[in-house]
Every structure is written in C-alpha cells, then in structure tokens.
Nanobody
Framework: VQLQASGGGLAQAGGSLRLSCAASGRTFSRKVMGWFRQAPGKEREFVAAISWSSGNTYYADSVKGRFSISKDNAKNTGYLQMNSLKPEDTAVYYC??????????????????WGQGTQVTVSS
C-alpha cells in the first residue's frame, strides 16, 4: 500500500485545513486509516482513526470536537478536516494504514503503512 498525503499548509488560529490521504496498491488489505502528528522535539502522537469498513471513528481528546476524519471508499482516500485550529496543532501530519484488523485504538507501532507527512502550521 502506498499513501500520498496532501493538504497541509499555513492557517491562522481559528481557521481550517483539510488533509487528504490517497491510498494505492494493495488497498484491499486496509482495515483502519489513522492520522498521527509529530511536532518538533516531541513523539509522534495519535490524532484520529476510522474503520474502512464500518466507518467507526476514534479521536484523541485534544482534537475531539474540532477535527473530523472521513473516507471515500470509491476514491480510496481518507480525509482529516481540521477546524478551530490552534497553534499547538502545528506539526507534521502523517496518514497510516493498519492492515491486521479493525482495532481503532492502536498506537503508531501497530500501523503497517505510512504516508510521507504533510506540514501544518498554525499561527497565533
């Protein structure tokens, strides 16, 4: 599976951005799409996940109510809509695929395929 993330950029606090992650290759093996982020000097942290079959979602507390994860099965693409952005949301955002099962609560080490990352910068 190959993942191509896009949509990052610069936004002001309170603004919005929408990230996309297009999957290609062995897409039948994808069970869960997750989004993670990594700020400078910090560990990679979980943001949100969605089950590719059921559409069930799970969010980190820090983004709940502000971010929304979704998918388009026909396009093999996942999305992360980010609203009410805060400066602390600044990070490189990565999309990832978990292929082993549909467990939504796994950490980064449980994901099998990763995109290249896209920078999100939120100014105050």
């Amino acid at each position: 599976v190959q993942l191509q993330a896009s949509g990052g950029g610069l936004a002001q606090a309170g603004g919005s951005l929408r990230l996309s992650c297009a999957a290609s290759g062995r897409t039948f093996s994808r069970k869960v799409m997750g989004w993670f982020r990594q700020a400078p000097g910090k560990e990679r942290e979980f943001v949100a996940a969605i089950s590719w079959s059921s559409g069930n979602t799970y969010y980190a507390d820090s983004v709940k109510g502000r971010f929304s994860i979704s998918k388009d099965n026909a396009k093999n693409t996942g999305y992360l809509q980010m609203n009410s952005l805060k400066p602390e949301d600044t990070a490189v955002y990565y999309c990832a695929i978990r292929g082993r099962d549909s467990y939504l609560y796994g950490g980064a080490h449980e994901y099998d395929y990763w995109g290249q990352g896209t920078q999100v910068t939120v100014s105050s």
